[in-house]
């Protein structure tokens, strides 16, 4: 019955259109370099099987986002940097290629706690060096830094 | 301290006007010796944990530090292993609740690339850092040229190239004592 209810309430989440925004908090202040995102931000076995965690922006409660960097900063209160949102748009992902298909998938992948969270996975099934080039080719998608509290100011505004 | 102070203060005093003290000392080295063995006999130690200064196979950084290359402009290399034991130290859910450390052999092995690597002459520096799965990555990025090059757990490293020419490389499983392509160290030469 539970499960039922679930369901139901996951289908009322409307499949992630292209022309919606994705943000994606950065826990480690080590994944930004220079002002940059680097490759490690995006792990290889994010891309293979368990998905790039994004935010859905027109359906996310942000207080989820702010619980989330609060909890990470408290476990490890040494990483005290401002943390950082990538604010980027899905269709241009979506259209990204690897030898002529798709590169990714970029789908809504609702949670009981999270019903914005959406995922990127590789489209195909390939070995590390080739995952590698596909987070380089995600990487300059995910340069539109903003910190998070300037972005919660924004949104509250 | 000069060498013969050093003897003193190590070795005991056995002249033949002190008999006593000989016997004594005799006595109790083999005492010590006794319970070493017993100790190599009955226990197995644990690995010790890694850390900043000290590795399984590497040299202790401290040692290296004090040697006789103290220019801190020449010594890269060790800024680099040092980054490296840093990310040792890291511990599961480092990063995302369920991220996980490199692991000691992921350490290691990102250790011997390091000293290899360095050990080709003048070369730009690379980013090193960790990603969520545990991944130990060396990054080079200028114009034109991009690196990503990482160990997970295993003897192998990955890569993906991109030269200034335009001109793709990538290698899903690389053996340590592989050399890599002269392009690529060609790009990541200061000189270049």
Redesign the interface.
């Known amino acids: 019955m539970e499960i039922e209810q679930q369901d139901k309430s996951f289908d009322q989440v409307p499949p992630l259109s292209d022309d919606e925004w994705l943000l994606r908090l950065y826990f480690s202040p080590e994944h930004i370099h220079n002002g940059e995102v680097v490759p490690t931000a995006i792990s290889l076995s994010d891309l293979r099987e368990r998905g790039f965690s994004l935010d859905r922006e027109s359906i996310v409660n942000t207080e989820i986002i702010v619980t989330r960097a609060e909890n990470q900063r408290v476990k490890k209160p040494e990483n005290r940097a401002e943390p950082f949102l990538s604010r980027f748009e899905c269709c241009p992902v979506r259209k990204l290629k690897h030898e002529d298909k798709p590169a990714f998938e970029v789908k809504e992948s609702p949670m009981d706690e999270n019903h914005a969270h959406a995922h990127i996975l590789s489209a195909q099934k390939l070995g590390d060096g080739s995952l590698r080039k596909l987070r380089n080719q995600l990487i300059p998608h995910l340069q539109g830094l903003v910190a998070l509290d300037a972005y919660i100011k924004d949104r509250q505004s | 301290m000069s060498s013969a102070k050093y003897s003193e203060t190590l070795i005991p005093n056995t002249t033949a006007a002190d008999p006593v003290v000989s016997t004594q000392s005799v006595t109790q080295i083999g005492t010590t010796v006794a319970c070493f063995f017993a100790v190599l006999s009955t226990t197995v130690s644990a690995p010790s944990p890694i850390t900043m200064f000290r590795s399984v196979t590497g040299d202790r950084l401290d040692i290296l530090l004090a040697s006789t290359f103290t220019d801190k402009a020449d010594r890269e290399d060790l800024d680099a292993i040092a980054r490296i034991r840093i990310l040792g130290t890291y511990e599961d859910?480092?990063?995302?609740?369920?991220?996980v450390a490199p692991t000691r052999q992921t350490v290691e092995y990102a250790e011997r690339f390091a000293r290899n690597l360095f050990g080709l002459g003048e070369i730009v520096p690379p980013?090193i850092?960790?990603?969520?799965?545990g991944?130990i990555?060396f990054?080079w990025k200028s114009a034109g040229f991009?690196l990503?090059l990482?160990f997970?757990d295993g003897s192998s490293y990955?890569?993906?190239a991109?030269l200034p020419s335009g001109q793709?490389i990538?290698?899903?499983?690389v053996a340590l004592s592989d050399p890599l392509s002269k392009e690529i160290i060609d790009s990541i030469r200061k000189s270049a």
């Open positions: 859910g480092w990063n995302e609740p369920t991220s980013y850092s960790a990603s969520g799965d991944e990555n990054y991009i990503d990482g997970r990955s890569y993906y991109r793709e990538i290698e899903d499983k």
